[in-house]
């Protein structure tokens, strides 16, 4: 175990004091949160501000390892995916998505869920960064979530990492 000098992010004077830019290392958080999940299949699965530490010379430092996840190669690339189809507004792709994310069975019909994806899709994407916020999208996402017959293990984790956050 090393000991890293640095403050944590939720010490916003004392980052400023340093001459770094908050909104310059929650990008960096973002892209290893990314490359964690995406790249490697193993991440901090508590990435909250007191658990991350930015250094003088600007660089992010992870703290508190206590919650660690894997996700193996299939579910990977069903994320990258998932993403894709949402950034083209491919609803019925996303939904379909569900059942390699295995958060739905294959013997569930996807297609009365793409009108709920559409809608809070759309709303979100149409939104400008102002205009959301984080109970907002837990809300919509959470009634298409409930409305559907997604799997309870799926759910009961969105809702532990909801709050969490």
Not at 25 to 32: E, R
Not at 142 to 152: C, H, I, K, S, T
Request: proline share 4%.
């Amino acid at each position: 175990m090393d000991w890293i000098d640095g403050v944590k992010l939720n010490e916003q004077e004392a980052i400023k004091r340093q001459g770094l830019k908050l909104i310059d290392l929650v990008n960096i958080g973002i892209q290893c949160s990314l490359r964690q999940l995406l790249e490697h299949g193993y991440f901090h699965a508590d990435p909250h501000p007191g658990n991350l530490l930015a250094t003088a010379d600007g660089k992010l430092a992870f703290l508190d390892f206590g919650m660690m996840s894997e996700t193996p190669q299939q579910a990977r690339f069903a994320i990258i995916g998932h993403v894709v189809h949402m950034v083209n507004r491919d609803y019925e792709a996303m939904a379909r998505d569900y059942y390699a994310l295995d958060f739905l069975s294959p013997d569930i019909d996807v297609s009365p869920i793409v009108p709920a994806l559409k809608g809070f899709f759309d709303n979100a994407l149409n939104s400008t960064v102002s205009e959301l916020n984080f109970k907002t999208i837990v809300d919509g996402l959470g009634a298409v979530l409930y409305e559907y017959p997604f799997d309870g293990e799926f759910l009961m984790s969105m809702l532990i990492d909801c709050g969490t956050a």
